[in-house]
């Protein structure tokens, strides 16, 4: 199994759910988080927010399905047909293991 992180702009999350769940993957989990990236942050006149808010959605995933969520999350993200800076990043990492609280064992 595998983890998708994928930091998002807040506008873009229900969207990028919403397309999540229609292609088969509605487990998600949603935190709001504030961050930069390459851009460091955004500078209008004198001022700078180096912390901009993002939405952070965390799937687990069949290996196999990894390139077709990746790219339901990209098409779903971007804010422009070809992106911008700021339409966020996602991190892919290995699941050693999982378990189902409720069924008191491993998936």
Same mark, same amino acid.
């Given at each position: 199994?595998?983890l998708?992180r +994928? $930091?998002?702009?807040p506008? =873009?999350s229900? $969207?990028?759910? =919403?397309? *999540? #769940?229609? +292609?088969? #993957?509605?487990?998600?989990t949603k *935190?709001?988080? #504030?961050?930069?990236?390459? %851009?460091?942050?955004? =500078?209008?006149?004198?001022?700078? @927010?180096?912390? *901009?808010?993002k939405?952070?959605?965390?799937? +687990? $995933? %069949?290996?196999?399905? &990894?390139?077709f969520?990746i790219?339901?999350?990209?098409?779903?993200?971007?804010? &422009?047909?070809n992106g %911008? +800076?700021?339409?966020? =990043?996602? #991190?892919?990492?290995? $699941?050693?293991?999982? @378990?189902?609280?409720?069924?008191? &064992?491993?998936d």
């Amino acid at each position: 199994m595998l983890l998708i992180r +994928a $930091i998002v702009r807040p506008e =873009k999350s229900p $969207i990028v759910m =919403k397309d *999540l #769940f229609n +292609a088969g #993957f509605p487990a998600v989990t949603k *935190l709001s988080v #504030f961050g930069r990236g390459k %851009q460091r942050g955004l =500078k209008v006149g004198n001022v700078t @927010y180096d912390e *901009l808010p993002k939405d952070l959605l965390i799937i +687990a $995933i %069949q290996e196999k399905d &990894k390139d077709f969520a990746i790219e339901t999350i990209i098409n779903a993200a971007r804010s &422009k047909p070809n992106g %911008q +800076a700021g339409d966020g =990043k996602i #991190f892919v990492t290995n $699941i050693e293991e999982s @378990y189902t609280i409720s069924r008191a &064992k491993r998936d």
